[in-house]
Nanobody, 120 residues
């Protein structure tokens, strides 16, 4: 059974940096796209960044130039390095990945989320 587990969230001051990680496990054959989303209180979940299996990346306009997504295929892990953090980056950050397993064709999976709080 596939699991995505995020870690690395926490409290940081505005202008600071934080790195969150997401590890996938459980009968995995291959991982296609890996993505980060976030959801602030009272708001809808929004796309933050994505990285393809080949390493191509895509970012939301609001985080371009400040956030960097990367992946380690050997570890089934995706990272989100967040620099120059702003209070409006405060949210629960969710990992999402398209994963092919021994028992199923590729489908999307979500992690449980990790809280990032940026104080002003």
């Amino acid at each position: 059974q596939v699991q995505l587990v995020e870690s690395g969230g926490g409290l940081v001051q505005a202008g600071g940096s934080l790195r969150v990680s997401c590890v996938a496990s459980g009968g995995i054959i291959s991982i296609l796209h890996m993505r980060w989303y976030r959801q602030a209180p009272g708001k809808q979940r929004e796309f933050v960044a994505a990285v393809s299996g080949g390493g191509g990346t895509n970012y939301a306009e609001s985080v371009k130039g400040r956030f960097t997504i990367s992946r380690d295929n050997a570890k089934n892990t995706v990272y989100l390095q967040m620099n120059s953090l702003k209070p409006e980056d405060t949210a629960v950050y969710y990992c999402n990945a398209d994963i092919r397993t021994w028992s199923a064709s590729a489908r999307g999976y979500w992690g449980q989320g990790t809280q990032v709080t940026v104080s002003s």
